[in-house]
């Protein structure tokens, strides 16, 4: 019953508990270039008696897909040049690949005991909570070799703590390519001293990563956000594990993981830059895509959803704008080749294989944004089964459905596409790709408009949702915010579709912004699996974070800093773990950005799938570059264009250009209580460039340190 504190930081967790008179310290990490995870024991006996103690490590065995066939192939024995348990099974994909665990002892102790059936150590009819091996006298039976059955990993250490003694045990968990990888990593980490040295060199990676872009604030919880946790959960969850608890998947999204690359250029461009080549080579012949794949062989869902293809063209025109490095264009990647969708077919599983041919990026994303322009009978882009929000994939399942919001998204790519096709000399290209940016908005502003906001979609029969008449989904923030982010809603309309987001889904009480509202409950359509949850939860009228954060981006880009930065504030997840009565409402970690809150009664405020999602890289996108203004042009410019509260007298920045070296900080001032709009910059002390209210400051990576200053 004794408490146990727990301290998260980047790349490392630590438990702390004193139970009686034992003292107990864990520290848990991976190092930096190691597949192995450590947990690092310390035990100080308080008491004057000596204490005997049993000390155990269990992991159940897995090593493919979770069937019960796969599991009858998992072999597990003692390996006698390391000492270590190692596993493997023949029958899974990556079937070279070997597991291992061992459990590092002092010199002096007394020897290990080891047991690989999870019966010997759970017990029959038991369960982890309860397991069989630490309530009995029988010590483990040292039986290591198994072949099927329900393997895993129990290792047993008796220690004698001596009046006032202390011992430090650690546990290696790990995977290798062969099973001499393995015995080198174990090598490696068998001395205290190298694990001292991994811990450092891990916190510094993270040091070094997440401060290449810093903030400086009123709003603390804000810099705390900026400054680490959002990037951290972006890089460590998002990209690398692609897992977490609502979601233990380990596939790449097409749409999801270049979202989440592309908000990590100004961290670490080599990785956007590598994520954007590997999504183009997870592209058909026939320019659609997988919609989520596992590697390494490709096998993932075939689909009709019609906005991920076109995630490749924008957001490699962003990192081209962002860096400079327009020869990415020039880089070629396979396509892949499989069985096309059948006609009313909406997805199939399938394993792509390579299609012997091949293109540039450019090229690959000509096929993605030709393949997007048709248009049903609206002039508006086909929904398919599902547009970015997946839950509504029945809306156009008979191939009619049209989506108000792919109109604004894919005017959207055409307007930072079409730059690179100028450059390229692809003057047909051009010429078409703005005649159907003139039609997109002729239908947007036309029969996508409502009267007071802008509908969401269209039902395959032609009726509207997100519509006034509607008794259900009567509006949707993610075709408002578009309407501005696109620059393709009238300026009118567009403002009052804002406004009307704010007045009906922003619930300031609960502290959260639905995504839609009335929630899907009894409708007479069925818009798809949305309706199946429960109303005000994830999409359906909960706050669904990933698309309320771009309603906050458009508030920003119309030059409202003040409710942009306001309204960040509220739905910060750091705002919501302040007291032990906010805890209890949202009931989940404080420090990472939840997927989606509950909006209804009795759950209101309740937070939802936490980590596991592309929120992290937008709400720092509109701290950063919505609230602060920051963007880099051409890894030439830096330019400043804030949107912040007008009860700001002054913010800043620094960024660190990816030389590692050069370091610019930025001090914005605002003495006369302004939101936006930049009067005066100096760089180093000599005055700069404004243009039309956004400050442009030349970037030379010079190895030296420099100081802007912006007013507004």
């Not at 519509?467 to 009567?474: G, K, N, T, V």
Request: proline fraction near 5%; glycine fraction near 10%; hydrophobic fraction near 40%.
């Amino acid at each position: 019953g004794a408490a146990c504190e727990v301290r998260y930081g980047f790349g490392y967790a630590q438990y702390a508990q004193t139970c009686g008179d034992l003292d107990q310290r864990v520290v848990q990490f991976v190092p930096a270039d190691d597949p192995v995870k450590i947990s690092r024991l310390r035990l100080a006996n308080l008491a004057g008696d000596s204490r005997r103690l049993d000390l155990f490590a269990y992991a159940q065995l897995v090593l493919g897909d979770g069937t019960r066939e796969s599991a009858r192939g998992v072999r597990t024995w003692l390996d006698g040049e390391s000492g270590a348990l190692f596993a493997a099974n023949p029958a899974r994909e990556l079937s070279h690949r070997v597991a291992f665990a061992k459990l590092v002892a002092p010199a002096a102790a007394e020897p290990l005991r080891v047991a690989c059936n999870r019966q010997e150590f759970v017990g029959q009819f038991r369960d982890l909570a309860e397991p069989h091996a630490m309530t009995s006298l029988d010590q483990l039976s040292n039986r290591s070799e198994t072949v099927g059955g329900d393997a895993c990993f129990a290792l047993q250490a008796t220690i004698t703590l001596e009046p006032h003694g202390a011992a430090e045990y650690w546990v290696l968990l790990g995977e290798a390519e062969t099973e001499d990888e393995a015995r080198r990593i174990i090598q490696r980490y068998s001395h205290a001293e190298q694990l001292d040295a991994a811990l450092d060199d891990v916190r510094q990676f993270w040091r070094q990563k997440l401060s290449a872009v810093r903030i400086e604030t009123p709003s603390p919880a804000m810099d705390f956000m900026v400054n680490g946790w959002l990037p951290y959960q972006n890089i460590s969850c998002r990209l690398w594990g692609r897992s977490a608890y609502f979601q233990s998947g380990g596939a790449y999204g097409f749409r999801d993981q270049l979202q989440d690359a592309a908000s990590l250029v100004y961290h670490w461009p080599e990785l956007t830059r590598q994520q954007i080549l590997r999504h183009a080579a997870s592209q058909f012949v026939e320019g659609d895509v997988l919609h989520w794949w596992h590697p390494p062989n490709n096998r993932g869902i075939r689909t009709r959803f019609s906005d991920d293809l076109l995630w490749l063209p924008l957001l490699a025109s962003e990192y081209c704008d962002a860096t400079g490095d327009r020869s990415l264009w020039d880089e070629t990647a396979s396509y892949v080749a499989g069985p096309q969708l059948a006609p009313g077919e909406q997805e199939r599983f399938l394993a792509a294989v390579s299609s012997g041919q091949s293109g540039t990026v450019y090229e690959h994303c000509c096929r993605a944004i030709d393949r997007s322009l048709v248009v049903g009978v609206h002039g508006l882009p086909l929904m398919g089964c599902g547009d970015w929000n997946d839950g509504m994939n029945r809306i156009g399942e008979g191939g009619r459905g049209e989506s108000v919001w792919m109109g604004f998204f894919l005017h959207q790519t055409l307007e930072r596409f079409i730059p690179a096709c100028q450059s390229r000399g692809d003057a047909a290209r051009v010429a078409r790709y703005r005649e159907h940016q003139r039609r997109l908005r002729e239908a947007l502003n036309g029969v996508g408009w409502d009267g007071q906001w802008y509908r969401r979609a269209f039902f395959d029969d032609g009726e509207a949702v997100g519509s006034a008449a509607a008794e259900e989904c009567q509006i949707d923030a993610l075709a408002q915010a578009w309407a501005v982010l696109s620059g393709a809603g009238e300026p009118e309309k567009a403002a009052l579709a804002v406004a009307a987001v704010d007045e009906r889904l922003v619930d300031a009480r609960a502290g959260l912004i639905r995504l839609l509202d009335p929630p899907f409950d009894r409708v007479r359509q069925d818009p798809g699996y949305i309706k199946g949850y429960v109303p005000g939860v994830r999409e359906n009228g909960g706050q669904y974070t990933h698309g309320v954060l771009w309603f906050v981006r458009a508030l920003a880009q119309l030059g409202r800093g003040s409710r942009a930065v306001e309204l960040l504030d509220m739905i910060n997840p750091v705002h919501h773990g302040r007291t032990p009565q906010e805890v209890a409402v949202y009931q989940a970690e404080p420090y990472v950005v939840a997927a989606d809150v509950y909006s209804q009664p009795p759950h209101a405020g309740r937070g939802g799938w936490t980590w596991y999602t592309g929120s992290a890289g937008w709400m720092w996108r509109v701290a950063v570059e919505s609230i602060l203004g920051f963007s880099v042009r051409d890894g030439r410019t830096l330019l400043l264009n804030p949107a912040i509260s007008s009860e700001w007298p002054a913010c800043g920045l620094q960024y660190r250009l990816p030389d590692g070296a050069t370091v610019y900080h930025i001090r914005i001032e605002n003495p006369d209580n302004r939101q936006t709009g930049v009067s005066s910059a100096t760089l180093d002390g000599r005055a700069v460039v404004v243009n039309n209210g956004v400050a442009e400051l030349p970037l030379v990576a010079d190895g030296q340190t420099h100081q802007a200053t912006v007013r507004l």
